[in-house]
């Protein structure tokens, strides 16, 4: 390469490296920071993680989150939503960058033995009464979301644009986003160019990022399923419309959904989740409960098995000769989980930040999943001018993952009452990655 080449070559890699990186001095303190403020966070964490709320009852939690954000020079507004947390930090002329936590626990009894494990209860939405855990980690995605707070507000020289921060409820139910969307979050607020949030994760070493372009998590529908017959004694059964023996049908048939009519390349489930019938040994009962949970990716794929649903349930319920005014009623309960849609060109970009920052090792392409979140429902308003992408954070010791991989062991991940993650790598992985994705969202003008 001749030297005119040499220097022409040096001026795209520098150019290319202002692209994704921020500025040297944001660069070179964002993770020392970090280090300084890891005692303060892992308290602010342990106090969450102590005291969960169920969904859409998250007013200690959004307290918390906007009194952090106020401190940090944030216009705060509450209960977005019900609950909800809207932070907002104007920094002159740039685009709008979203970045979300959410805030809710779930109705689970905590096992994991921490000394600052949950003894809390509550009531949930449903009805029913128990204990209260932060299983799925929410308590670190607010820990991290104040850090973040508070690192942008003091890099402000770095950036130029608008921030808005928010304290989501309820995304365990699927209502948390929704309920702020009707709320006016892309009306009474900046309307965002991007939306970023992270998720922890048992699936990766602590402090590992996840990355995933396109699809990364699944629509949620939940649908009940009541399958009516004719009841009537045991011993006569000739006399009646089992529905036992319906619904059970109906649970084989419901199979072939996924099995021989859903495209092997596009990942579906149909999980019956609960099968109630039925109150004494001889009794025949007229009615069967099922409730399903019913997982897709694409629009098209949701309508296949929904629709699949309603088909199976009345076909079987016609050839066991039900009665026409005795047909099963199917019910999809809203709200419903949208899929998680990572912007490809998004992705590849803040993968490039990502990589520059913390090095090829850290940060990992990952597999999409079948679980379900409600942070999609943002750039689903508007996906040709809102770019979304949501990353995971590794919570698992690395030693642990091994040995289980070596001894075939199943770990707790999420959801599950003994799930404990690295706290203080999650925080600080996320907490810098928001950050520095932010910074190279919104260069310095």
């Not at 932060?134 to 308590?139: K, M, N, P, Y």
């Not at 011993?235 to 072939?256: E, G, N």
């Not at 949970?293 to 050839?319: F, H, N, P, Q, W």
Request: charged share 20%; with cysteine.
């Amino acid at each position: 390469m001749n030297l005119k080449s040499r220097a022409f070559a040096s001026i795209l890699a520098a150019s290319a490296a202002a692209l994704i990186a921020p500025s040297a001095h944001a660069a070179d303190d964002l993770a020392a920071t970090i280090r300084a403020d890891l005692p303060g966070l892992v308290a602010t964490y342990r106090d969450l993680h102590k005291n969960p709320e169920l969904s859409f009852q998250e007013l200690r939690s959004s307290a918390i989150l906007a009194d952090a954000a106020r401190k940090a020079g944030f216009e705060v507004t509450e209960k977005v939503g019900k609950t909800g947390v809207v932070a907002v930090l104007r920094n002159g002329p740039g685009p709008t960058v979203l970045i979300r936590a959410d805030m809710d626990g779930l109705p689970v009894v905590e096992q994991t033995g921490l000394p600052f494990a949950s003894t809390a209860r509550g009531v949930s939405t449903a009805g029913v009464e128990s204990g209260i855990m932060h299983a799925c980690g929410h308590d670190t995605h607010m820990t991290a979301w104040i850090e973040t707070a508070r690192l942008l507000a003091s890099h402000r020289k770095d950036w130029s644009g608008t921030v808005v921060m928010i304290g989501q409820p309820a995304e365990e139910v699927n209502g948390g986003a929704l309920a702020m969307l009707a709320d006016g979050l892309l009306t009474r607020f900046p309307k965002p160019d991007y939306t970023i949030a992270f998720h922890d994760t048992a699936s990766l070493p602590s402090g590992t990022i996840g990355l995933r372009s396109g699809f990364a998590l699944a629509n949620v529908d939940m649908v009940d399923l009541a399958v009516r017959g004719v009841g009537g004694h045991g011993a006569y059964p000739q006399l009646t419309r089992d529905p036992i023996v319906l619904a059970s049908a109906i649970v084989m048939r419901l199979q072939t959904l996924v099995s021989r009519e859903s495209s092997p390349f596009d990942p579906s489930v149909v999980t019956v989740g609960a099968f109630h019938a039925g109150a004494k040994h001889n009794i025949i009962s007229d009615e069967a409960q099922l409730q399903l949970t019913v997982r897709s990716y694409s629009d098209a794929s949701r309508k296949l098995l929904l629709d699949g649903i309603r088909r199976i349930a009345k076909a079987e319920a016609e050839a066991s000769a039900v009665p026409a005014d005795r047909m099963p009623i199917v019910t999809v309960r809203e709200p419903h989980g949208s899929a998680t849609w990572n912007t490809p060109e998004l992705t590849a970009r803040m993968g490039a930040v990502l990589r520059a920052r913390f090095g090829e090792a850290r940060v990992r392409e990952v597999g999409p999943e079948m679980a379900g979140e409600d942070f999609a429902e943002i750039a689903r308003t508007d996906p040709q001018h809102i770019q979304s992408l949501l990353i995971w954070v590794g919570g698992r010791p690395a030693e642990e993952i091994d040995a289980a991989a070596k001894d075939g062991k199943i770990l707790p991940g999420l959801h599950s009452p003994f799930w404990a993650p690295e706290a203080d790598k999650v925080i600080a992985a996320a907490a810098e990655a928001l950050t520095a994705e932010t910074l190279a969202l919104l260069p310095k003008r």
